[in-house]
């Protein structure tokens, strides 16, 4: 695989993630994801020239062409994020299957954002990750790496397992753990990742929320008992198990095994 490849799926990924700005913006607030783009200060129009991802807001100096009104930088954030998804998926999975996976990196991002600005998961988006994850595994045409029983099972354990510690937390601690969006999330997931992926994708999920809970506490940015969106968390690793998972998985068979 030559550079080529990955900087066009880069170019790709910043053309996916261009889109992915306008759902993490409108769907929270329901307006239609294929209207025309505009200002949201001034609902200028954007021509072609305006919406080149990562290089118009950088010619534009991050200011609206009409009102000069602030675009905040995560605009191109996140477009270079979904470019960098885009490559790394072509990185892992040199096939055709980086196309569903791609495109289910893209509803990661999304559905990260979105619960972090409004501590809700979208239905819509995990439809449409579930239905993608369900054509990933049933045609032979994208190669899955797993068969559709362990897709099955990835998904009935990442569901049912965020199920069961939110009991757990309603029994000992009289509330919530956590949401059913995060639940669902995980059962989307598990499609994609098989149930040993899965858990691995769960355990850097709470040490990386555990981490960020602890500093947001000590630097009190947020009160003890105050609920922290946990989708990005869940979202960041299923990324990793996604790149890393099937690597972490042998080596910690060697670790426990391979001395047998």
Known sequence: MTLFYFTYAFVIGLCFGSFGNVVIHRLPIGKSILSPS?????????????????????????????????????????????????????????????????????????????????????????????????????LPFFEAAYSWQDALVGAVVGGMTLFILDKICLLFFNKDGFGYGDMKLMAVAGIFLGWQNTLIAFALAFIAGAVCAIYLLLSKRIERGEYLAFGPFLCLGIVFALWFGDEFNRQLGFFLFGGW
């Open 38 to 138: 505009c200002c949201s200060n001034c609902n200028l129009k954007l021509g072609v020239l305006d919406l080149i991802p990562v290089i118009s807001w950088v010619f534009l100096k991050g200011r609206c062409r009409g009102c000069k009104g602030k675009i905040s930088i995560r605009y191109p954030i996140v477009e270079i994020i979904c470019g960098i998804l885009f490559a790394g998926m072509l990185w892992f999975y040199p096939s055709v299957s980086v196309i569903p996976l791609a495109l289910f990196s893209l509803i990661l991002l999304c559905t990260a954002l979105i619960d972090l600005d409004t501590q809700e998961i979208y239905d819509v988006l995990l439809i449409i990750g579930a239905l993608i994850g369900v054509v990933y595994v049933l």
